[in-house]
C-alpha cells in the first residue's frame, strides 16, 4: 500500500504561481509512473501531467508551457509547479499512483492508477 498526501494548493491571482506537493508514504517501488489530475466542479476528471520512472514527462495541451512536473526521489515526492495560472485552472487537484500498465496513455484520464491522494484545491481568481 502507498498513501499519497497533497499539500500546496490556495488561492491565487490570475498570472500567479503555486507548487503542489504529494508525498508517498514509502518508497515507491514497483511504481513506475506518477501523475496529476485535476477535477473542477461539473467537469470530468482530466490529466494535467504525468511522469516515468525514467524522467520523461508528459503534459496536457492546456497547461504545456505553464506547469512542471518532477519528483525527488530521496524525498518520495512529487511536484507540480503552476505558473501563470488561469481561471480555468480552478479545481481540486490529485497526485496518483500507477504500478504497470501504460504511463501516458493512461495519465489522460487516470485509469488503473491504483493510489490517490485526497486532493488539494486550487482557485485561480481574476
Known amino acids: 500500500q502507498v498513501q499519497l498526501v497533497e499539500s500546496g494548493g490556495g488561492s491565487v491571482q490570475v498570472g500567479g504561481s503555486l507548487r503542489l506537493s504529494c508525498a508517498a508514504s514509502r518508497y515507491t517501488y514497483g511504481i513506475h509512473c506518477m501523475a496529476w489530475f485535476r477535477q473542477a466542479p461539473g467537469k470530468e476528471r482530466e490529466g494535467v501531467a504525468a511522469?516515468?520512472?525514467?524522467?520523461?514527462?508528459v503534459y496536457a495541451d492546456s497547461v504545456k508551457g505553464r506547469f512542471t512536473i518532477s519528483q525527488d526521489n530521496a524525498k518520495n515526492t512529487l511536484y507540480l509547479q503552476m505558473n501563470s495560472l488561469k481561471p480555468e485552472d480552478t479545481a481540486m487537484y490529485y497526485c496518483?499512483?500507477?504500478?504497470?500498465?501504460?504511463?501516458?496513455?493512461?495519465?489522460?484520464?487516470?485509469?488503473?492508477?491504483?493510489?490517490w491522494g485526497q486532493g488539494t484545491q486550487v482557485t485561480v481568481s481574476s
Open positions: 511522469i516515468d520512472s525514467g524522467g520523461s514527462t
Open positions: 496518483a499512483a500507477l504500478e504497470g500498465g501504460y504511463c501516458f496513455a493512461q495519465s489522460r484520464t487516470g485509469s488503473g492508477f491504483r493510489y
